[in-house]
């Protein structure tokens, strides 16, 4: 029977060990890289906040998010990002806020839960692109928030740093009271501002509160003006 039988080491000599070097140098990214990549980004963002189909496809764009971040890019990608979304919710809000509530208040809500509505659809598709970049960096620092999380505190902070909490607060309590009086009003859009203001953080220390005061005071104010109506009744003298 024939057996099998390994090489021996060569005779005349030991063997030779197998060295691996490192490479040389290290490849080189292109020094417009970052800007480019950066740049084509923030044109998806302007995209999306516009609704207008992106030059590139999603998965592309995915790409270059994860390739900004595996380059340690990712907190400029984020910062990035943030300001995008505040410049947009400052030009949006402060345009609905310039309108005059004398003439049509229920188009200011209206407005706005457009806005919302515009905005949070636009937000999903954002966290889609850079969803890299929400898991290994957002997700994973201290002190950073989550995508969604950032998007909801911009317009959070803007709401509370102007005017306009205090002054959606005032409209919905009098489109309550309009219907309370007998009008017909906008429904829908009275319950978009309430989530609103619900996933903003804000509805229990801003419109719960107003909603609770003014329903108190409705319902003071009918109940004197339904005891005013009663006629006495006379006893009949027996």
Same mark, same amino acid.
């Given at each position: 029977? /024939?057996?099998?039988?390994?090489?021996? %080491?060569?005779?005349?000599? %030991?063997?030779?060990?197998?060295?691996?070097? @490192?490479?040389?140098?290290? %490849?080189?990214?292109?020094?417009?890289?970052?800007?480019?990549? &950066? =740049?084509r &980004?923030?044109s998806?963002?302007?995209?999306?906040?516009?609704?207008?189909p992106?030059?590139q496809?999603?998965?592309?764009?995915?790409?270059?998010?994860?390739?900004?971040c595996?380059?340690?890019?990712?907190?400029?990608?984020?910062?990035?990002l943030?300001?995008? &979304?505040?410049?947009?919710?400052?030009q949006?809000?402060?345009?609905?806020d310039?309108? %005059?509530?004398t003439?049509?208040?229920?188009?200011i809500?209206?407005?706005?839960?457009?806005f /919302?509505?515009?905005?949070t659809?636009?937000?999903?598709?954002?966290?889609?692109?850079?969803?890299y &970049?929400?898991?290994?960096y957002?997700?994973?620092?201290?002190?950073?928030?989550?995508l969604?999380?950032?998007?909801?505190?911009?317009?959070?902070?803007?709401?509370?740093?102007?005017?306009?909490?205090?002054?959606?607060?005032?409209?919905?309590?009098?489109?309550?009271?309009?219907?309370r009086n007998?009008?017909?009003?906008?429904?829908?859009s009275?319950?978009?501002?309430?989530?609103m203001?619900?996933?903003? @953080?804000?509805y229990?220390?801003s419109?719960?509160?107003?909603?609770?005061?003014?329903?108190?005071?409705?319902?003071?104010? =009918?109940?004197?003006?339904?005891?005013?109506?009663?006629?006495?009744?006379?006893?009949?003298?027996?």
């Amino acid at each position: 029977m /024939w057996a099998s039988k390994r090489p021996g %080491p060569p005779a005349g000599g %030991p063997q030779k060990k197998l060295v691996i070097k @490192g490479l040389k140098a290290l %490849p080189m990214l292109p020094l417009s890289y970052k800007t480019d990549t &950066l =740049e084509r &980004l923030r044109s998806a963002v302007h995209a999306i906040q516009q609704n207008q189909p992106t030059t590139q496809g999603l998965e592309e764009l995915y790409r270059d998010c994860e390739g900004l971040c595996l380059h340690k890019f990712a907190s400029d990608v984020y910062e990035m990002l943030q300001t995008e &979304l505040e410049k947009y919710t400052r030009q949006q809000l402060l345009q609905i806020d310039r309108s %005059p509530d004398t003439h049509a208040p229920a188009a200011i809500l209206d407005q706005t839960r457009k806005f /919302w509505d515009d905005y949070t659809q636009q937000l999903t598709m954002v966290r889609c692109v850079f969803l890299y &970049l929400d898991r290994t960096y957002a997700l994973q620092t201290t002190n950073v928030a989550s995508l969604w999380a950032m998007g909801l505190s911009v317009v959070r902070q803007h709401l509370v740093e102007t005017n306009m909490r205090s002054r959606l607060v005032r409209l919905f309590i009098n489109e309550v009271t309009s219907e309370r009086n007998g009008q017909l009003i906008d429904r829908p859009s009275l319950a978009s501002i309430a989530r609103m203001f619900i996933d903003l @953080g804000l509805y229990a220390q801003s419109l719960q509160p107003s909603f609770i005061d003014a329903t108190r005071d409705y319902y003071r104010s =009918e109940s004197l003006r339904m005891i005013n109506c009663l006629v006495p009744i006379k006893q009949s003298a027996g």
